[in-house]
T-cell receptor
Framework: GENVGLHLPTLSVQEGDNSIINCAYS??????FIWYKQESGKGPQFIID?????DKRQGQRVTVLLNKTVKHLSLQIAATQPGDSAVYFC??????????FGQGTRLTINP | NAGVTQTPKFQVLKTGQSMTLQCAQD?????MSWYRQDPGMGLRLIHY???????DQGEVPNGYNVSRSTTEDFPLRLLSAAPSQTSVYFC??????????????FGPGTRLTVL
């Protein structure tokens, strides 16, 4: 059968629009969540994090929303710029050094 | 201050060969980890260390060995390479006990192909 892991979900947005990237996590006991940006040929870069006692956290041009009821995270990027083109991963900390990453979403910016 | 360095950047092996991927850090972080990233996938934890002399298994440890004799270095050994180990390997360090977040730093990666 098809290896769906080879096909990253893709989101295309117009430059200047807002982007929303979604992620479902697996472990209801996880209490720390992180969003990473990965550019081609590089390691992941930290964007923003959130603990389970919060449902929203804002950074510079980014906002993370956490819905524990449905085990869902989203990353909102305001006024998307060409430099935002990358693959975005959510990750959940399942205890100490055990970080579990989602599949990722490729964000492309249309001029 | 180089941060996290990984060598080599690229490597091609034949099935059955062994090799060591090197990871070094100059930030004096106690916590270090190895991840692999397959095409179109997120990173998966192979092994981690909470300090010199202490290592533990992650999600996908089979076929890999690690040791941590110093704070600075955390090599990853492939004992007998298999095509399924073709991947990009990332080393990471962590400032705190809780992995992830602004205190975790990833190296640039080693792209490994096993023929």
């Amino acid at each position: 059968g098809e290896n769906v892991g080879l096909h990253l979900p893709t989101l295309s947005v117009q430059e200047g629009d807002n982007s929303i990237i979604n992620c479902a996590y697996s472990n209801s006991a996880s209490d720390y969540f992180i969003w990473y940006k990965q550019e081609s040929g590089k390691g992941p870069q930290f964007i923003i994090d959130i603990r389970s006692n919060m449902d929203k956290r804002q950074g510079q041009r980014v906002t993370v929303l956490l819905n524990k009821t449905v085990k869902h995270l989203s990353l909102q990027i305001a006024a998307t710029q060409p430099g935002d083109s990358a693959v975005y991963f959510c990750a959940e900390n399942q205890g100490a050094q055990k970080l579990v990453f989602g599949q990722g979403t490729r964000l492309t910016i249309n001029p | 201050n180089a941060g996290v360095t990984q060598t080599p950047k690229f490597q091609v092996l034949k099935t059955g060969q062994s090799m060591t991927l090197q990871c070094a850090q100059d930030m004096n972080h106690e916590y270090m980890s190895w991840y692999r990233q397959d095409p179109g996938m997120g990173l998966r934890l192979i092994h981690y260390s909470v300090g010199a002399g202490i290592t533990d298994q992650g999600e996908v440890p089979n076929g890999y060995n690690v040791s941590r004799s110093t704070t600075e270095d955390f090599p990853l050994r492939l004992l007998s390479a298999a095509p399924s180990q073709t991947s990009v390997y990332f080393c990471a360090t962590s400032l705190g006990e809780l992995a992830g977040g602004p205190g975790q730093f990833f190296g640039p990666g080693t792209r490994l192909t096993v023929l």
